[in-house]
């Protein structure tokens, strides 16, 4: 099912979403504690579309890309994905693979439980997500504590890709790289974009990599979604004291 809005096909609705959790009780006597996360977040996402999520610590972004994920349980509000479930690129690539694994058995593992490919389709795919993230095949017979920060990344960006999503989660995805290796994973997932038609939800503190990549940003504080636009109307023209703290900690106003 698609949904056609401003002659672009909607892929991801989020409508009045609430997310709560009960703190565990310190002691006997305590009472249990109701913590509100996601407070009303409503907001559409489209086919092609590079969409900045920017917030400090602690403002419930990952929250938010974890209920996308099915990950936690809703308290109020729908998610509606109007094509397969998203895939997640995680922040560390350091404990995002299994270090006991090949690269070949990480990549292969969603198509052996999820698709009805052989074998040699599944090696053949796995080869072709590890040379579009620029990574040889002879990468697949190694394990992931052979590769250094950024090839890792890589290998996380093409086992996101092996089930073919529409929708990537990128959780600060470059935040536990050196400066140079960021650029470079954010070039990769500017042409992965472009390559392959994605649309991707990128989460991060840094402002100057959302202008950088992202057509649109959303800018989150305390559980609420509190300005939205593109990104030129948000940077040149901020709506909120808080978005305006923002740019002027990144040095950008």
């Avoid at 694994?101 to 999820?114: A, D, G, P, R, V």
């Avoid at 590769?147 to 890792?152: H, N, P």
Wanted: with cysteine.
């Amino acid at each position: 099912m698609s949904d056609v809005c401003n002659n672009q096909t909607r892929i991801l609705e989020v409508k009045d979403l609430f997310v709560s959790f009960t703190e565990e009780k310190s002691s006997l006597f305590d009472k249990k504690k109701k913590i509100d996360v996601l407070n009303g977040i409503s907001f559409d996402m489209y086919e092609g579309e590079i969409v900045g999520l920017v917030g400090e610590s602690g403002c419930g972004k990952s929250t938010l890309a974890k209920s996308i994920l099915g990950l936690n349980k809703i308290t109020k509000g729908d998610i509606i994905h109007y094509s397969q479930y998203p895939q997640m690129i995680f922040q560390d690539p350091y404990n995002s693979l299994n270090p006991s694994k090949t690269i070949e058995f990480i990549l292969e593992e969603s198509l052996k439980n999820l698709t009805k490919l052989n074998v040699e389709e599944r090696r053949q795919k796995a080869k072709k997500r590890l040379e579009q993230v620029g990574l040889d095949d002879h990468y697949l017979i190694h394990k992931p504590g052979e590769l250094s920060g950024g090839q890792r990344q890589r290998v996380c960006i093409a086992n996101a890709l092996m089930l073919d999503p529409k929708l990537l989660i990128a959780d600060e995805p470059v935040s536990a790289l050196d400066v140079t290796i960021q650029a470079q994973i954010i070039k990769l997932l500017a042409g992965l974009q472009k390559e392959l038609g994605l649309s991707i939800l990128f989460i991060s503190h840094d402002l100057r990599v959302v202008y950088e990549l992202c057509d649109r940003v959303m800018i989150m504080k305390d559980g609420k979604i509190i300005e939205d636009g593109t990104v030129d109307e948000v940077y040149r023209n901020p709506q909120t004291d808080y978005t305006k703290q923002l740019l002027l900690s990144a040095g950008i106003m």
